[in-house]
């Protein structure tokens, strides 16, 4: 099966889990941050996705969009799309005409966009670093660090807004030296949603070659 790794960095970045309680500041920003999206039935966002590697001078941008709504999601990036259901995940790629299928284990998932917003409830330490402005709007900035150091992450970088408690962007720093940032841009809460958003219509992809790795 291939594989995007720009997609799944991005959805990996997304279900990153966090933090046993360190910083009580930071604690309650994220908790507020959390509350504001767990109450949206859904929400649809464009983002970009920046790679940075200022050793190896590399620097790349990719745009993409996601839609989710509880463990249900659609995103798509790089000339392609991941759907999940909850119980079934479909990666087309659009190169090849051809979709991977795979079950969908929310309990052992750890690329799940659906998760973005509980990030900071388990596995990593979370430490208030800063505010900042940017742009003419104030930022809170929070730092998780991996409790397992044999994570490839060793730090994520979260902006956070003071004004809606909205995420402006995250940052994933890996051992590697790789940089990534992700800016959320255009943001719509509760967007019309129906069964046939998260799921794989075939019908719609012309002599699309389906891999079933169930």
């Known amino acids: 099966m291939k594989k995007s790794l720009s997609l799944l960095l991005f959805a990996a970045t997304l279900a990153l889990p966090a933090a046993a309680q ?3 500041k930071a604690g309650k920003i994220l908790d507020q941050m959390s ?12 983002f970009t996705q920046t790679l940075e ?3 190896a001078k590399v620097k790349q941008n990719i745009n993409g969009d996601i839609v989710v709504s509880g463990q249900k999601f659609r995103l798509k990036i ?3 799309e991941v759907i999940n259901d909850g119980k ?3 990666t087309y790629l ?6 991977n299928i795979s079950d969908s284990d ?4 750890e690329m799940s966009p659906s998760q973005i917003y509980t990030m900071y409830k388990k596995g990593y330490k979370y430490t208030y670093v800063q505010q900042v402005t940017e742009g003419g709007e104030p930022l809170d900035v929070i730092e998780l660090a991996p409790e397992n150091r044999q994570n490839d992450v060793f730090k994520v970088r979260l ?4 004004k809606d408690s909205s995420v402006k962007s995250w940052q994933m720093f890996k051992k590697n030296g790789n940089q990534y940032t992700f800016l959320i841009k255009n943001f719509k809460p509760n967007p019309a949603t129906d069964a046939g958003t998260f799921a794989f219509d075939k019908a719609k992809y012309k002599g699309v070659k389906v891999v079933d790795l169930r």
């Open 88 to 90: 079934t995940t479909w």
């Open 94 to 99: 659009k190169n090849e005409n051809e979709v």
């Open 35 to 46: 509350a504001k999206y767990q109450a949206l039935k859904a929400f649809q966002a464009t």
């Open 22 to 24: 360190q910083d009580p």
């Open 78 to 80: 790089s000339g392609q």
């Open 53 to 55: 590697n200022p050793s």
């Open 159 to 162: 902006k956070v807004r003071k």
């Open 106 to 109: 929310p309990d052992a998932q």
